[in-house]
Every structure is written in C-alpha cells, then in structure tokens.
C-alpha cells in the first residue's frame, strides 16, 4: 500500500496561502491538517485527531480546517475563504465539529477547478440515450466530484476568528 506525504497533497493550498500572505491585510488565514481515527475511549466509540501527520494512507481521512482570523481593529465584513480540495484526495463533508451556521458562514462548491460555485446540492446537465434518442438530463453531483470549497463569512469581529474546513479522504 503507498502512503503519501501530507506536504505533497497541500503544494497548492500552500501556494495560495503564500500569494495572499504577501498582500497586506488584517486577515490571516490558517491552514491546519490531522489524520482522523476512530479510537475507543471508555467503551466509546470517538474521534482522534493527530495534527500534522507525516504519512497518509490510501482510505485515510483528514479534516483540512482553516482559521480566518482578524487583527484589526474593525469587524470585516463579507470575507471570502477558497479552499482547493487536494490533489490526491477526494472530498467527503464538511467539518462537523463547526458550528459554521451560526458563525454567519455560507460555503458553495465548485466542480470545476474553482471557477464557478454554487450552494449544494450541485447540478450538471449530463446526455444519456433513452430509447436510441439522446436526452439531457439534470442529475445532482455527488460531494467526491467537489473540486474547491468557498465561504462567505458574514462577519469576523475584531480580534476574532472564525474556523472553516472539511474531510477528505486520501485516494
């Protein structure tokens, strides 16, 4: 079984945060990544999260969560926050552990690489024949075909942050 290097499945998101680390701003934005096991703690079943694993699997499941976090002395309004799913993984879910809702955050989804979001569930004409003749058809897109995340934050007061993020799980 091949087991990947978690800083290869991130050179994008890495690059991104590089490009926007060079522009002034009172926001900063971090990404944080841990391998998800199920454990059993007292007869209960549970989630463990080890930050910053060395190796992953194929199957593994990370939590990709990141902190948006305002130093100055104004509340802003409206930010956005672009998370490309990585290369090598496949998406499953939002990070359950946030309460994201209540936060103000709205995430959509691209299909395509990023250039078009929308909220879920996503749709796509697709062309299937039906009784020899070709017919177009509006079907839902399964959550695996997710390329990149998108949220509005609504509103990150000064000081604050706000944490995004979602489960992946590595191919």
Do not use: C, H
Request: net charge positive; no cysteine.
């Amino acid at each position: 079984m091949k087991s990947y290097s978690p800083l290869v499945l991130l050179t994008g998101v890495l690059l991104t945060g590089v490009a926007l680390a060079q522009t002034p701003s009172p926001l900063t934005l971090t990404l944080a990544q841990a391998l998800v096991r199920a454990v059993t703690v007292d007869g209960k079943a549970t989630e463990q999260l080890s930050p910053d694993p060395k190796n992953v699997r194929p199957g593994d499941v990370l939590s990709q969560l990141v902190t948006a976090r305002n130093s100055s002395s104004k509340a802003l309004t409206n930010v956005t926050v672009r998370l490309p799913v990585p290369k090598g993984t496949t998406y499953l879910k939002p990070e359950t552990a946030l309460n994201t809702a209540a936060s103000g955050a709205k995430a959509e989804y691209s299909i395509d690489g990023g250039k078009t979001y929308a909220v879920a569930p996503l749709k796509k004409t697709i062309t299937v024949t039906e009784n020899g003749k070709s017919v177009k058809k509006e079907v839902e897109v399964k959550p695996s075909e997710y390329t990149n995340v998108r949220w509005t934050l609504s509103q990150i007061n000064a000081g604050k942050d706000l944490k995004v993020g979602f489960r992946v799980q590595v191919n």
